[in-house]
């Protein structure tokens, strides 16, 4: 896979590395959101923010361990996202298996019918996720061959602030498409738009915090990572100084794609009345 993505002598070891310690997350990837969003859509929400806050705290907390304390380098970086995807999902899992236990949903309830028209509003979440992963792909193609190895190294710690930051606009996201879907069925209008615009103002506002948080604190984080004398120092820093107006455009993309998910949600559920 390290080949296939473009990597080349030692930055292909390290980028095989890497992917050897962050391919043991791929099971609690694919679990986690399933899980959380049935118990959100089932009054569980609660267990979103401290699944959320505990994915945070173990990723830092392993990512400072093994590639810090340890020196563990790219493949302690894989592991750490991968036991904090895998432990978070385990605490998730088990809060679903105390509230619903086994088999209390089989094959024969399924409304297979609907499925097509569910894949229908998935599929703007489908596009984003597909566009992220060929994002993903060519930029690791840039990085190994305009800057090395040392770009992978500063991408994973993006993806950490990625994981702990996006929760703000994610969660914005999710408010909203609670909130609105009732006002949405309801049909009262002037309270969806009033959420939406509420929803709006929030997001950019503490995006906007955190954002400037990010920029200012640079060098304090980078130092938690890196040494001045390594080559991922500087890239750090400049990360760190560019990569954060994502929070404000993410929250803001993720709030209109729910509008039109709830939209969607609708006209299916109400296509036979």
């Not at 615009?197 to 948080?213: D, H, Q, V, Y």
């Not at 920029?215 to 890239?235: H, K, V």
């Amino acid at each position: 896979m390290a080949e296939i993505l473009g990597a080349q002598g030692q930055d292909a070891i390290f980028l095989q590395d890497y992917i050897a310690g962050y391919s043991l997350s791929v099971i609690g990837q694919a679990l986690y959101p399933l899980l959380l969003w049935y118990l959100n859509f089932n009054g569980n929400g609660n267990i979103s923010k401290t699944s959320i806050a505990i994915m945070i705290v173990l990723n830092t907390g392993f990512d400072m361990l093994f590639a810090v304390h340890l020196d563990m380098g790219a493949f302690g970086l894989g592991l750490a996202t991968s036991i904090s995807y895998l432990l978070t999902c385990a605490y998730v899992f088990r809060k679903f298996l105390v509230g619903y236990g086994w088999g209390q949903t089989t094959f024969a309830t399924i409304r297979w019918g609907e499925l097509f028209e569910a894949a229908k509003i998935g599929k703007p979440s489908l596009m984003f996720n597909l566009g992220v992963t060929l994002k993903s792909y060519i930029m690791n193609l840039t990085l190994l061959s305009s800057v090395g190895s040392a770009a992978i190294m500063v991408m994973s710690v993006q993806g950490t602030f990625c994981g702990m930051l996006g929760a703000i606009p994610a969660g914005h996201a999710d408010a909203f498409g609670s909130m609105g879907g009732v006002h949405y069925s309801a049909k009262d209008r002037s309270a969806f738009v009033k959420t939406a615009r509420f929803a709006l103002k929030s997001c950019t506002i503490f995006s906007g915090l955190a954002m400037l948080l990010l920029i200012f604190a640079a060098d304090d984080i980078t130092e938690i990572y890196f040494l001045p004398t390594d080559e991922a120092w500087n890239i750090s820093k400049r990360m760190l100084w560019l990569f954060p107006s994502f929070l404000v455009l993410n929250g803001i993309f993720g709030i209109f794609l729910r509008a039109y998910n709830l939209k969607e949600e609708y006209r299916t559920q109400h296509k036979d009345a």
